[in-house]
T-cell receptor, first 113, second 113 residues
Framework: KQEVTQIPAALSVPEGENLVLNCSFT??????LQWFRQDPGKGLTSLLL?????REQTSGRLNASLDKSSGRSTLYIAASQPGDSATYLC????????????FGKGTTLSVSS | NAGVTQTPKFQVLKTGQSMTLQCAQD?????MYWYRQDPGMGLRLIYY???????DKGEVPNGYNVSRLNKREFSLRLESAAPSQTSVYFC????????????FGQGTRLTVV
C-alpha cells in the first residue's frame, strides 16, 4: 500500500529565506506527483504536477523535483514571502483506486516579516 | 472558469439525519473523487468514479454512498449521519489519464451534533 510522508510537519522561516519541503513515498510505481497549497479553511490549489517521466517542474519561485527510484520529491521555494504561509501537501497518483491521489499530511509553513 | 463546484459550503446535521453533498465539474473530466480531511489524518479517499457509470470504494467508505449522475456530477450521500462524520469534505476531478492534473472544490464543512 502506497504511503506518503512529509517532513517537517511545520516550518518557520524569516522572509527572504530559501527553503525546501520534503516528500517521500513508499512505492516508486507512480504515475505522477502533485504539490498543492492549502490556506486555512480553504480548498486545495494545485502548484505543480510532475509526471513520472520528468525530473522537475518550475513555476515562478517554486521548483519541484522528483526522484522516483528513491521515492522522494522536494519543493523548493525561493525568496520566501509572508504570503507563502500555508500548508503544502504532496500527493502521488499510483495504480490503485482509479489513480486517485494519495496524500501526505502536509507541511505547515510560516514566513515571518 | 468555475472548475469544481461543491454545495453546500457549510452544514450542521443532527445525528441520524441524512444529506447529500453535491459536486459538479465543467472541465469534461472522466474521473471524480470524494475525500474527507480531518486534523492529524490528512486527506483520505472515500469513493471515486474512474469514469461515467462506475463507482468504487476508497479507503474510508463506511457510512457513505455515491452517485455518478452524469459526466459532470458526482454526489456523496450520508444516509444516517454520525458525529464521526464531522469533517471537511472535498470533491476533486481529473482527466483520468495517467498524467493529468487533479482539481479540487472549495470543500464542505460538515458538523454532526
Amino acid at each position: 500500500k502506497q504511503e506518503v510522508t512529509q517532513i517537517p510537519a511545520a516550518l518557520s522561516v524569516p522572509e527572504g529565506e530559501n527553503l525546501v519541503l520534503n516528500c517521500s513515498f513508499t512505492d516508486s510505481a507512480i504515475y505522477n506527483l502533485q504539490w498543492f497549497r492549502q490556506d486555512p479553511g480553504k480548498g486545495l490549489t494545485s502548484l505543480l504536477l510532475i509526471q513520472s517521466s520528468q525530473r522537475e517542474q518550475t513555476s515562478g519561485r517554486l521548483n519541484a523535483s522528483l526522484d522516483k527510484s528513491s521515492g522522494r520529491s522536494t519543493l523548493y521555494i525561493a525568496a520566501s514571502q509572508p504570503g507563502d504561509s500555508a500548508t503544502y501537501l504532496c500527493a502521488v497518483a499510483a495504480n490503485q483506486a482509479g489513480t486517485a491521489l494519495i496524500f501526505g499530511k502536509g507541511t505547515t509553513l510560516s514566513v515571518s516579516s | 472558469n468555475a472548475g469544481v463546484t461543491q454545495t453546500p459550503k457549510f452544514q450542521v446535521l443532527k445525528t441520524g439525519q441524512s444529506m447529500t453533498l453535491q459536486c459538479a465539474q465543467d472541465m469534461n473530466h472522466n474521473s471524480m473523487y470524494w475525500y474527507r480531511q480531518d486534523p492529524g489524518m490528512g486527506l483520505r479517499l472515500i469513493y471515486y468514479s474512474a469514469s461515467e457509470g462506475t463507482t468504487d470504494k476508497g479507503e474510508v467508505p463506511n457510512g457513505y454512498n455515491v452517485s455518478r449522475l452524469n459526466k459532470r456530477e458526482f454526489s456523496l450521500r450520508l444516509e444516517s449521519a454520525a458525529p464521526s462524520q464531522t469533517s471537511v469534505y472535498f470533491c476533486a476531478s481529473s482527466g483520468g489519464l495517467l498524467n493529468t492534473e487533479a482539481f479540487f472544490g472549495q470543500g464542505t464543512r460538515l458538523t454532526v451534533v
